[in-house]
């Protein structure tokens, strides 16, 4: 006999909102993106959810099931407690525009302002030369398939709603991708400590234990940031260097 | 008077992935304002699930490599029904554009002297495809969107586009709505660039995503641009289909790679029993030299499970019918004799995807796959050099455009394919920008659509879209998947057209904001379009090629082999065609002939 299982979804946007139960037959290896679509086909095709690949590839289906951010493309039904409805919420961080779906659009606004790629021989069409063990730590952070699962539990962003002290740890990664290409020149110390506020983490990993790409975000990207400004900024050697140099 | 916003830009794109952000860069270093429009977010285009690479004859491992045989492999690849002229230029185009993509920010994998290293893949003479991991995809597309960025472009997302704007033969724009609140908007652009990407979604065995629905195919056909080639979808032979959630998706030509079997319910290795004549010579002919292969490639001859996907799907399929199928009704794909280590090592995300979603550890089980949906070869008929379409003032490129990939697509061939032909569509729509305005709106048309939209919502009862939708993709899967003959394609036709009645009634709950239901009842129309032009034209073609297998024309035909199929809006009919196949130049078939 087919089993069921009782979701519990939010409903509403970003003024008022209640949850709603809907009761579906589980199939096997079912997942809680899955769950979704058979409401939308079976009782309710207005209920909004966004996702794509379906894969873990995009990073789309972002929210938060019984409480913890994930892809639903990935959260088993059968890994969670039957005794009680499933609740799935969206992310807590960005406003909702409806249902599951909310506004992410804050973070693509912090991206527009991070400096890209910047190489010495600008222009020319030479190909560029370097060695693997160079780039591994690089091609870890471009991993990202920017689900924001990190921004949504970063305790800066979430609980005190700080948007305009720190880019939060996707933008970290983002910037580390590019403070440890190999051949990059730009210098981006003063814009990871005062505009996109890296000293505001302090460090809680949060961001790591839910990247489904498992990046060490905190660990090889944002302590890594820390001690390049430091270095820059504190470091009482460099300072008197820069001093005696003439520079800022 | 209609109620909506109205953008204007010099170039207007429609798609975000890989192509149409290549477009956007093209167009902005001609210094045009670009306006890109997305259904989903920026960044999740389709272009993310690409795995295997992007080819291009760098030469890194193989200095014998160059664009003549990178042309000569494409052309075969594709039954000679490719463009010449677009193989040629994407061929020479390739390297330059896969080195500047480095350039703007993307970390493929290095070779030991630190250039990019390149992996052998179907069909490419020489290891060929610049990669990064099993994500190559993810990095040309994060890639392209940040350089995109960069350089300054206006992007609207979750904005879907249905209907394209005309003023007589010339595409100006395009109209539709934002799916966040349902509101209609209209873009105009000087020139318009079309790069919407396939469409896979009619099948019920797909890995395309739910925007693979048809849309830009369909919109350009109605305003009665020249399609080709859209008989030809291709199927990728290992797809997930255990469990039910999981069917479709993707199983790496990678796990065949690195030593994975195929096995029928009989333990079988079957596929030795299904090489071609044509790649006979080339292929092992016990499982002992298949099985040295992977380690060494120089004094073995590939696996049978390498042959093209074309083959491997049809011999899955045969298995299957005969009844030698697995449990659920796939064969078995089994790697486990290579051991743990090296299976987490080599394929670190399908041990991933398939231990945490199908319950499978494929160190110690096979796994079940069979033929799924994967990636249209046909699209619309673009100039080879300019990307213009048969309508002025619209360009196309990526996967909506055909013309490279013929009859069957090269793996590792669609990613350099954005990168080489959405350059070219970007340039040559801001160079159009520069000699033409924007005509006045075309308020009737802009009415007409609105009236198509909210059709759904004028409430009472009606038909659900889904449920059509899945009666279309049985009748698909049924009629017009990997084996057709004239019965099965009638069949689906009838379908397909009762269906196309129904849908007139399709009624959703609900309003315009961020409602799924509503959004698929128009994906509903498109994906019965396209589903149409892709039976009527493979109706057409009586003979077995690349991709195309009819059962009752199992042979190639010498007619067709010439012929490429065209499809046009006419009036209010389909007007199909048998378009001779642009000849060859005789220096460039001196390259075909000098590998054959």
Request: aromatic letters at 8%; charged letters at 25%; hydrophobic letters at 40%.
């Amino acid at each position: 006999m087919a089993k069921t299982i009782t979701l519990r979804v939010y409903r509403g946007d970003g003024e008022s909102g209640r949850t709603q139960d809907f009761t579906v037959e589980t199939f096997p290896g079912m997942v809680v993106l899955d769950a979704i679509h058979v409401i939308q086909k079976e009782h309710d095709p207005s209920l909004a959810c966004r996702w794509n690949c379906k894969a873990a590839k995009c990073g789309s289906c972002s929210a938060e099931v019984n409480g913890m951010p994930g892809l639903l493309c990935k959260t088993r039904v059968d890994a969670l407690p039957t005794d009680k409805p499933i609740t799935v919420y969206p992310l807590k961080t960005f406003p909702v525009v409806k249902d599951l779906v909310c506004d992410v659009s804050w973070n693509f606004e912090a991206a527009k302002q991070i400096q890209g790629l910047t190489l010495a021989d600008e222009g020319s069409k030479e190909p560029l030369r370097m060695q693997q063990i160079d780039v591994d730590r690089v091609q870890e952070f471009r991993k990202c398939i920017e689900c924001f699962l990190c921004q949504t539990v970063c305790h800066i962003l979430r609980d005190n709603d700080r948007k305009d002290l720190f880019f939060g740890p996707r933008q970290m990664i983002r910037l580390a991708s590019l403070e440890m290409h190999p051949l990059d020149v730009a210098d981006r110390a003063e814009f990871i400590k005062d505009t996109a506020g890296v000293g505001v983490c302090n460090i809680t990993k949060c961001c790591t234990e839910v990247c489904p790409e498992h990046i060490k975000i905190t660990d090889n990207g944002i302590i890594p940031l820390k001690e390049r400004v430091a270095d820059t900024y504190f470091d009482p050697v460099q300072k008197l260097l820069r001093w005696v140099g003439g520079r800022k | 008077m209609a109620k909506y916003e109205t953008f204007e830009y010099d170039v207007l794109v429609i798609g975000a992935g890989g192509a149409g952000l290549r477009a956007v860069i093209g167009a902005r270093e001609k210094g045009a304002s670009v306006g890109v429009v997305t259904k989903s977010l920026l960044g999740k285009a389709h272009t993310v699930m690409a795995e295997g690479g992007a080819a291009a004859a760098l030469g890194n491992m193989e200095r014998e490599d160059n664009w003549k045989v990178h042309f000569r492999d494409t052309m075969r690849g594709g039954k000679f029904l490719n463009n010449w002229r677009t193989v040629e230029i994407f061929a020479k185009e390739a390297p330059e554009r896969i080195l500047e993509l480095e350039r703007y920010g993307a970390v493929f994998d290095r070779t030991s002297n630190g250039l990019i290293s390149q992996r052998a893949f179907g069909g490419h003479a020489y290891r060929r495809l610049a990669h990064v991991g099993d994500r190559t995809g993810l990095e040309l597309i994060r890639t392209l969107q940040d350089h995109a960025v960069r350089l300054g472009m206006e992007v609207h997302m979750e904005t879907t586009m249905t209907r394209l704007l005309t003023d007589g033969d010339r595409v100006i724009g395009a109209v539709g709505y934002r799916r966040t609140d349902g509101s209609i908007v209209v873009f105009r652009g000087k020139a318009v660039v079309l790069a919407s990407g396939g469409w896979g979604r009619m099948y019920r065995f797909t890995s395309n995503s739910w925007e693979s629905t048809g849309d830009g195919l369909v919109m350009a056909y109605e305003a009665g641009a020249e399609l080709m080639d859209v008989e030809f979808m291709q199927f990728h032979p290992t797809g997930m289909i255990w469990p039910p959630g999981m069917r479709g998706v993707l199983v790496t030509e990678g796990v065949r790679g690195e030593g994975g079997i195929l096995r029928n319910s009989n333990g079988e290795r079957f596929m030795f029993n299904h090489v071609p004549d044509f790649y006979r010579a080339e292929t092992a002919e016990t499982p002992e030299e298949a099985a040295r292969w992977v380690d060494d490639k120089k004094n073995n001859r590939r696996p049978p499970e390498l042959l093209p996907r074309d083959v491997v799907a049809r011999a899955i399929y045969k298995e299957v019918k005969e009844g030698r199928g697995s449990e659920h009704g796939g064969v078995y794909l089994d790697v486990s004799h290579k051991g743990e280590a090296y299976i987490k090592k080599k394929l670190p995300s399908m041990y991933d995807q398939f231990l945490h979603l199908g319950d499978i550890d494929i160190t110690r089980q096979p796994m079940e796959v069979y033929p799924t949906v994967h990636y249209a070869m046909g699209g619309l008929r673009a100039d080879p050099d300019s990307c213009e379409t048969s309508l002025r003032g619209l360009f196309a490129c990526g996967e909506v455009a055909c013309g490279l990939h013929g009859a069957n697509r090269l793996g590792g061939n669609s990613l350099t394919d954005l990168l080489v032909f959405g350059r070219r569509a970007g340039e040559a729509a801001a160079e159009f920008a520069t000699r033409e305005g924007h005509p006045p709106t075309p308020e009737v048309q802009i009415e007409e659509e609105m009236e198509v939209l909210m059709r759904p919502l004028s409430g009472g009862d009606g038909e659900n879209p889904y449920d059509i939708q899945t009666a279309l993709q049985e009748a698909m899967q049924e009629g017009a998947m990997i084996a057709r003959t004239e019965e099965s394609l009638r069949n689906a036709l009838d379908t397909i057209l009762a269906l196309q009645r129904r849908a007139a009634e399709i009624r959703v709950p609900g309003d315009p904001a961020f409602n799924p239901g509503w959004n698929a009842a128009r994906d509903t129309l498109f994906m019965l379009t396209s589903s149409e032009l892709i039976v009527r034209a493979a109706l057409e073609r009586k003979e077995s090629r690349g991709s195309h297998w009819r059962l009752d024309y199992p042979s190639e035909d010498e007619f067709w082999a010439k012929h490429n199929i065209v499809v046009r809006k006419d009036a209010d009919d389909i007007s199909i065609q048998a378009r001779p196949v642009p000849e060859v130049p005789a220096e460039l078939k001196a390259i075909l002939e000098e590998g054959s």
